[in-house]
């Protein structure tokens, strides 16, 4: 599967903007983009995917560079209940065969 | 996630036995995985099994045995071969290729 490389942490304010990044320089065309969040002692939850085209969802929005080789998951306005580890995947094949999950960004929301 | 259920919750072994932890949905989805997750690590693939009594190795799978008799079900065992259990286990469904994957609240396996 191709890799992701993400920050190991960032940190934000409460209700302001938080820009998660996300490289995968060597994506290739059939592979999603998906991203996960998974708060402490609790399973994973899904966030978001896209293919090339710029997503938006109840939860965050996905921006996707035009190269594919980066993307963002944004959420518009941050509250404490969005602290948690948030996983970037590309799912080779459409992730039939499983996920394949880094150590994901760790993000601290202040209040 | 409501619609798959882990058991238990917590779920201890002494050295030496087997023990088997269960994954039952109820979402309809096909394809069912198992993952396990170290303290400050991602999930790795134990396990998947796309239909009813069919099932492949992922990534790690050495140590762990698994079933699918019915589509609702997927339990895995765990070894005495497995010689590092103690993680937290998480199980997953989907129902095609490029889904969201919906995962259980896990079970926490520690060693006596």
């Known amino acids: 599967d191709a890799k992701t490389t993400q920050p190991n942490s960032m940190e934000s304010n409460e209700e302001e903007p938080v820009h998660l990044p996300c490289n995968h320089s060597?994506?290739?065309?059939?592979?999603?983009i998906h991203w996960y969040r998974q708060l402490p002692s609790q399973g994973p939850e899904y966030v978001i995917h896209?293919?090339?085209s710029n997503v938006n969802n109840r939860m965050a929005s996905l921006a996707i560079a035009e190269d594919r080789k980066s993307s963002t998951l944004i959420l518009h306005r941050a509250t404490l209940r969005d602290a948690a580890v948030y996983y970037c995947?590309?799912?080779?094949?459409?992730?039939?065969?499983?996920?394949?999950f880094g150590k994901g960004t760790h993000l601290i929301i202040q209040p | 996630d409501g619609g798959i259920t882990q058991s238990p919750k917590y779920l201890f072994r002494k050295e030496g036995q087997n023990v088997t932890l269960s994954c039952e949905q109820n979402?309809?989805?096909?394809?069912m995985y198992w993952y396990r997750q170290d303290p400050g690590q991602g999930l790795r693939l134990i396990y998947y099994?796309?239909?009813?009594?069919?099932?492949q190795k992922g990534d790690i799978a050495e140590g762990y045995s698994v079933s699918r008799e019915k589509k609702e079900s997927f339990p895995l065992t765990v070894t005495s071969a497995q010689k590092n259990p103690t993680a937290f286990y998480l199980c997953a469904t989907t129902d095609s290729s490029n889904q969201p994957q919906h995962f259980g609240d896990g079970t926490r396996l520690s060693i006596l």
């Open positions: 060597t994506i290739s065309g059939t592979d999603y």
């Open positions: 995947i590309l799912t080779a094949g459409g992730g039939a065969d499983g996920l394949t």
């Open positions: 979402l309809n989805h096909d394809a």
């Open positions: 099994s796309q239909i009813v009594n069919d099932f």
């Open positions: 896209g293919l090339t």
